[in-house]
């Protein structure tokens, strides 16, 4: 917690976007996790699966939680508290810490499960690009025999179908009825079994994410996330905008506007499609993970430290005041980038993969993901998607072990298991990073099922949604400092926002129930 913070530590905020743009930072670290799992996996299977259908699903996905996860770094600038500890405040029944507190640590378990999905795929990336035995160049030469086979009677299907042949739309692939790589005579093979690449791969990035986090500091984090962010970003976007140029896989404005009207894929009667669409909502945009992150980044960027305990003062209220509109421009420049991009990821699926009916599952998911890449790259496409996927991927992986140990830090204190206050926080830091960079391998290695992985933790922050939501609302109108007024507009969106959580957690369990 942030008290007694030293007057020579306090900073008047930035006066115009300009000096602004110098304190930003939290929200990009939290755009480096969101633009990975949720955005390269989870949200390009459901273009997959659901076609164009889903994608105002998509955008509300990313702008509805961005309310409460800026209502969460408020509490956190005013009070100077950690989430855990903050949350462990909000009335309700206790058992040594109180039930929000326990909810999370289920949520959490999940959270760490997924993250060997995360992992996964950046071992099968490299795997693909730098085998490292006869196994792993045998594994890559069948399965990209397999994949092109399918792909090949794919697109041949689909221009019979353009043509008008009654046999080719009986048998062309639908929107949703997608294909497994591999099925058949892949599992008859069983040659992906014998391939133990991938797992090396996995455990050497574990490791090295390990070492990585236990040397480094905030600054470290920003900019390395920033930067893979950034260069996949551009990689994406310059793929959908060549794609636009090719007739056979362009987006046309019918597409697009189709998936502007709220209405569920008919194709699957809305079933496989939409399951995996509710998993996806819980992880695109900001997941529950990152909207329980997000205040310790807005603590290690300054924000709280900055403004210094309350006190009573219009100095001090300057001071928050200022600070509170450097994390609203924070968070909605971060919501800007990964809303823009996830859009992108969800399209290129529906276009490529949903068109071809592949959908991307097990040890080669990689392979299956990176055909969004091939109508524009053609025999590069797989080179140059594997080294954006990597990118992003490890981006994910690496910011999400490091907040994920920043909260369970937390966590050991509200749960009276260390006595060693601020002092012990660093320590335990640096050893929950060993601990969950392994620990997220250990999944991988042993399921080796990145997909099920990621949408299984989707899934459970889906239901950790409406609880945060209700925890915002009650630091809104039950510790809000009253010299900081909110808006009615503000009030009202952020209202909407805890309604569109509660709404997805409901649907989503009942979905799976």
């Known amino acids: 917690m942030e008290t007694g913070t030293p007057k020579t530590q306090l900073r008047k905020p930035p006066k115009n976007f300009r000096e602004t743009i110098r304190y930003l930072g939290p929200g990009l670290i939290i755009a480096a996790a969101i633009v990975g799992a949720g955005e390269l996996i989870a949200t390009t299977k459901t273009g997959a699966d659901a076609g164009f259908t889903l994608l105002w699903l998509i955008i509300i996905g990313c702008l509805v939680k961005v309310f409460v996860q800026i209502e969460l770094g408020r509490f956190t600038v005013i009070s100077g508290k ?8 909000i009335p309700g029944p206790r058992k040594r810490v109180n039930w929000i507190v326990w909810y999370w640590l289920v949520m959490f378990i999940v959270a760490i499960a997924q993250l060997g999905g995360v992992i996964g795929g950046v071992g099968q990336s490299l795997a693909i690009m730098f085998p490292l035995t006869e196994a792993g160049i045998e594994a890559n030469t069948f399965q990209e025999k397999q994949i092109r086979k399918e792909v090949d009677e794919a697109l ?136 329980i992150q997000y205040p310790y980044w807005c603590l290690e960027k300054g924000y709280a430290r900055w403004t210094g305990p309350s006190e009573e003062s219009s100095e001090w209220v300057e001071r928050a005041s200022g600070w509170l509109k450097v994390l609203n421009w924070d968070a909605w420049i971060s919501a800007s980038i990964y809303t823009f991009t996830t859009c992108i990821f969800y399209l290129l699926g529906a276009a490529v993969l949903g068109r071809t009916g592949l959908s991307p599952a097990g040890t080669g998911m990689i392979r299956t993901l990176s055909e969004i890449f091939n109508p524009v790259f053609g025999e590069t496409a797989q080179a140059i998607f594997i080294f954006g996927a990597v990118a992003v991927l490890f981006s994910t992986f690496f910011v999400a072990i490091a907040g994920h140990a920043r909260t369970s830090a937390d966590a050991l204190t509200v749960f009276r298991l260390s006595k060693g206050g601020e002092a012990a926080f660093p320590f335990w830091t640096r050893i929950f990073c060993v601990l969950f960079s392994m620990l997220g391998f250990l999944f991988y290695a042993v399921l080796r099922a990145p997909v099920a992985l990621v949408l299984a933790g989707g899934l459970m922050q889906a239901t950790m949604l409406p609880v945060l939501g209700y925890a915002a609302l009650y630091y809104r109108y039950k510790r ?8 009615w507009i503000r009030d009202a969106l952020l209202w909407i926002s805890v309604a569109g959580l509660l709404v997805a957690g409901i649907w989503a369990v009942t979905s799976r129930l």
């Open 82 to 89: 950690k989430t855990i500890e903050a949350l462990n405040e």
């Open 480 to 487: 809000n400092d009253s010299r900081l007024p909110s808006s």
């Open 156 to 291: 041949k299907k689909r221009s019979l179908l353009n043509s008008g042949t009654a046999a080719a739309k009986q048998s062309a692939p639908e929107p949703g009825k997608t294909i497994n790589p591999q099925n058949g005579s892949a599992r008859a093979e069983n040659r992906l079994e014998t391939s133990r690449d991938d797992i090396y791969w996995a455990f050497i990035i574990s490791l090295a994410t390990a070492v990585i986090l236990l040397l480094g500091r905030y600054r470290l984090i920003q900019y390395i996330s920033t930067a893979l962010v950034l260069v996949f970003t551009l990689m994406i976007i310059m793929n959908f905008l060549q794609l636009q140029s090719l007739p056979d896989w362009r987006v046309s404005t019918d597409e697009f506007i189709s998936g502007l009207k709220f209405g569920l894929p008919e194709a699957v009667q809305g079933r496989s499609a939409l399951a995996t669409a509710l998993a996806t909502f819980g992880i695109i945009g900001v997941g529950a993970t990152e909207l």
